[in-house]
């Protein structure tokens, strides 16, 4: 592993951002965290919508992951099975994500872990206020901000197992496209 994140400029334009929050932000519902069923808003306030669907963002989305793990990571992926997430965070629902991994590295049944994790900004950062994305340093255990993401389109790829959260939005909407790749468990 060569960074602990890297970034691609440019993956989606304004026309293309545009119409997947139109398009999806029909679909949008309240976020829960991992497997409880309840939506909880003291750990996460967001609203989210499945994006299984949608071949065009799919194929972006695994070529993207398939540089970053051939340039950066060099981690045991699977391409064939992405999960993609269009997500909302709210300055009036207080939208916000707490500190989290995406790998559950307790939980040592899994048949597959989220190995790589995605996130891109999708409306303009003058739209909204607060909502940083943050990234844990595991080897100084410090919390920084990336900002490379507060240039819409820009794909922003690390681990999923390194800590990161959102931090509450105090203004407008912010609107990001999250998504994972798959692969055998972490060993
Ligand atoms: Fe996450």
Redesign the pocket.
Known sequence: MKTQYCYFPDQFDENERKEIIYKYSKYLFKASVGASEEPSNDWRSSNIAWMKDDSKVYSKISKIFKDANKQFFGIDVDYLDLDIQFTEYVAEEEGH?KT?I?SQLWELNNCFDRKL?LVILLNDPHEFEGGEFELTNLLTQKSGKVEELLNPGTAIVFPGIFP?KVNKITKGKRYTL?AWAYGNPWR
């Open positions: 994500y989290h995406d994790s990161h999250v």
